[in-house]
C-alpha cells in the first residue's frame, strides 16, 4: 500500500514546529496516526470524547483514507 498524501486532506495539517511535523488534526496538537490506532479498541464517540475531536473531524479522516485505498486498488478489483 503506497503511503497517504495527507496534504490532500482538509481536516489535518503539518506544522513544522509543532509535534515535530507529524500531520495533526487542524487547529490540534492531536496526531492523525492517534485517532487511527485507537480507533482498533475505540468507537468513535469514545475517540470523540477521549481525544476532544469532533465526529465531523474523524469522518474527514476516515472518507479520505477510505477514498485514497478506492483510487489506489489495481483495476477491476472490488470495491466495497
Given at each position: 500500500m503506497a503511503a497517504l498524501d495527507w496534504s490532500q486532506c482538509t481536516a489535518v495539517e503539518s506544522v513544522p514546529d509543532r509535534v515535530g511535523g507529524a500531520w495533526v488534526f487542524k487547529?490540534?496538537?492531536?496526531?492523525?496516526?492517534?485517532v487511527i490506532e485507537?480507533?482498533?479498541?475505540?468507537?468513535?464517540?469514545e475517540v470523540m470524547e477521549q481525544f476532544d475531536?469532533?465526529?465531523?473531524?474523524?469522518?474527514a479522516v476516515l472518507?479520505?483514507?477510505?477514498?485514497?485505498?478506492?483510487?489506489e486498488a489495481?483495476?477491476?478489483a472490488r470495491t466495497v
Open positions: 487547529g490540534t496538537r492531536l496526531p492523525v496516526a492517534t485507537n480507533l482498533e479498541d475505540l468507537s468513535v464517540d475531536v469532533s465526529r465531523d473531524q474523524v469522518t472518507e479520505f483514507v477510505a477514498e485514497s485505498l478506492r483510487s489495481p483495476a477491476g
